[in-house]
Every structure is written in structure tokens, then in C-alpha cells.
């Protein structure tokens, strides 16, 4: 069974930074492309970024570009968001998500954005 389980979330000042972790387990993560989506409340879902699965190639909303960091540790089979710079509108439930297929670039899952599975959220609040 493919779980997803992130964590890392909470209340931080406005300019301050957080790091978010997803552990993966059920499937081969090194063979997989994976993503960070969040939904701010009263929002619909935003592709926020992706890696594949290498860790080589990454992706990014413009609206992160710059402020956010995606990495992996396929020895460790967890995935990391490194949220710099936060502001208020980053407030959101922040999810991780695994591609449908290995064959999956990080190119074909930024242009799809199909998931086939997601955790179940860490929340991220930024306010002074």
C-alpha cells in the first residue's frame, strides 16, 4: 500500500522558513517523480513543485520560484520542501503527491500534474 506522510508544517513569522518532509513507503520511490501541491483555504489545488526522480531536474510555480527548494533522499525514501522567505499568502495545506508511472519524467509530471497518490497534508500558516 503507497503511503505518503508529510510533516515539517506549522506557524511561522512572515520572512521566516520552514522545511517540510514527506516519507514515502509502499513503492520504489527512487523510480518516481513526485511533487509538492498546496491549497490555500477557500483556494483550489496549486502545483507548487516537482522533482523527478533522480533528483536532477525541478520544477517550479513562479509564484515559489526563487523561495522554495525541492530535494529527495531515495536511501532515505522521503522527500523535502524547503520553504524560504514565506509569506502570508504561502499559508496552505501542503501535500505530497507521487506520480502515476516510473516512466514519469519530472517534465511529463510539471506538464500533467496527474497524481495517483497523496499524503493527507501538513499544514503551513504564516502570520505575524
Known amino acids: 500500500e503507497v503511503q505518503l506522510v508529510e510533516s515539517g508544517g506549522g506557524l511561522v513569522q512572515p520572512g521566516g522558513s520552514l522545511r517540510l518532509s514527506c516519507a514515502a513507503s509502499g513503492f520504489t520511490f527512487r523510480k518516481y517523480a513526485m511533487s509538492w501541491v498546496r491549497q490555500a483555504p477557500g483556494k483550489g489545488f496549486e502545483w507548487v513543485s516537482v522533482?523527478?526522480?533522480?533528483?536532477?531536474?525541478?520544477y517550479y510555480a513562479d509564484s515559489v520560484k526563487g523561495r522554495f527548494t525541492i530535494s529527495r533522499d531515495n536511501a532515505k525514501n522521503t522527500l523535502y520542501l524547503q520553504l524560504n522567505s514565506l509569506q502570508i499568502e504561502d499559508t496552505a495545506m501542503y501535500y505530497c503527491?507521487?506520480?502515476?508511472?516510473?516512466?514519469?519524467?519530472?517534465?511529463?509530471?510539471?506538464?500533467?500534474?496527474?497524481?495517483?497518490?497523496w499524503g493527507r497534508g501538513t499544514q503551513v500558516t504564516v502570520s505575524s
Open positions: 522533482i523527478n526522480s533522480a533528483g536532477g531536474s525541478t
Open positions: 503527491t507521487k506520480s502515476p508511472s516510473g516512466d514519469y519524467s519530472g517534465a511529463d509530471y510539471w506538464r500533467t500534474k496527474k497524481a495517483d497518490a
